[in-house]
């Protein structure tokens, strides 16, 4: 006991083990122990380090499917410390899956709160659903504002909510736009305080918040957009956006730093593709979502979708069309949250690490 009392008493020590815990339920649990290990847990530099070394996980994704339906399909395996936070994510739908005279769409998810549209006879009704408190119910976004253009009354307009993260908050932005062109499917994305949005044949129109300013980049050189060909995706590691785009087996992913388009990776699928047997092999590789800083991208060809993990050079089979799905699935993934929302701790301050508790794991255990 001396020992190990001098080994929890250390500051430095203590910061090192907790950082091992690996995962945020993990050291949500190890925070409870005491006020010293909260301390510790919750500090912001030690935050910092920990989603360096341990970067949030992509626990699964949300897919409207059937009838209007929302589901949550998880990746898998998953460690046995997700078990539980993945089976809430799925059993928390049951509400709308229960109503199916409200048709219900997920429009996106981020750091837990999923983005819903519902239809009903009084009208569409935007909200937000929090995955981790789904007793608290749905958040109500107010009406958004008609646009007074009158050409994006024309049919060929389509509109973006995104969302951005402001402290404890999230505000949330609709974008009006024509697409580059009538069958695309770009997403405008929400990057370092700035809205970069898919514009024409290779341009990109950049609205910078802060300075209340707009600017036009273009595509890499030789570059259009075609058919679900390319992506941006969020920076959170580097200032500027990413791109993502794939040509017949070939993808690529550019940076955009502010000034000019760097070429960061190019990954050759053909190899990889040949490990899976696709019912329509002569069918077209097309992008459906990518994740923050380029670390994934899911990627549709024929019935199949399958998850590309840009970091570690994986794909996996993660979802098959059933009859009675939309030609066009698209995926919002969800992300282990991050930061972890630390609980007030009641006990006594006094108290150290060397506390005998025992604590319930979110399995019960």
């Known amino acids: 006991m001396a020992a190990i009392s001098k080994v929890l008493e250390d500051d430095d020590l203590l910061s090192e083990i907790l950082l091992r815990t690996v995962f945020t339920t993990t050291l949500l649990n190890s925070a409870l122990v005491c006020t010293r290990w909260l301390a510790h847990a919750s500090n912001r530099a030690f935050l910092h380090r920990f989603r ?15 009838q209007n339906t929302p589901h949550f399909i998880p990746i898998l395996p998953q460690p046995r410390e997700l078990t539980a936070v993945i089976r809430h994510a799925a059993s928390s739908l049951g509400t709308y899956q229960r109503v199916p005279s409200v048709p219900t769409y997920i429009l996106g998810c981020r750091n837990g709160n999923v983005l819903i549209r519902q239809h009903d006879k009084i009208g569409t009704t935007f ?50 736009q024509q697409p580059p062109r009538p069958w695309s499917v770009l997403k405008s994305v929400l990057s370092n305080n700035k809205i970069y949005v898919p514009a024409g044949w290779s341009n990109i129109i950049v609205l910078d918040l802060a ?12 570059m259009e957009y075609g058919e679900r060909n390319t992506i941006l995706s ?17 993808l690529r992913i550019w940076l955009h730093n502010g000034y000019t388009w760097l070429l960061m990776d190019t990954i050759y699928l053909r190899e ?11 069918a077209s590789l ?41 030609f066009f699935c698209e995926i919002h993934p969800l992300m282990m949250i991050w930061p ?14 060397m506390l005998r508790l025992k604590i319930k794991d979110m399995d019960g255990h």
């Open 52 to 66: 360096e070394i341990h970067p949030p996980r992509l626990l699964g994704f949300y897919i409207n499917k059937g």
């Open 127 to 176: 909200a937000v659903h929090n995955m981790v408190c789904p007793e608290r119910g749905m958040d109500i976004l107010p009406p958004f504002p008609r646009p007074q253009s009158p050409y994006l009354f024309d049919g060929t307009a389509y509109s973006r909510i995104m969302s951005k993260e402001e402290g404890d908050a999230l505000s949330y932005f609709l974008i009006i």
């Open 211 to 222: 300075a209340s300013s707009f600017s036009i980049i273009e595509l890499p050189e030789g």
């Open 234 to 250: 969020q920076a959170d590691d580097v200032a500027g956006v990413y791109l993502i785009h794939v040509k017949k087996f070939q």
């Open 272 to 282: 990889m593709f040949a490990d899976f047997s696709v019912s329509d092999s002569n």
């Open 286 to 326: 097309l992008i459906n979502q990518a994740g923050d800083n380029a670390e994934f991208v899911f990627l549709d060809m024929g019935r199949c979708t399958f998850l590309l993990d840009i970091k570690r050079r994986t794909m996996h089979k993660v979802y098959e069309k059933e009859d009675g799905d939309k």
């Open 340 to 353: 972890p929302v630390f609980p007030a701790h009641k006990g006594d301050p006094t108290r150290n690490g």
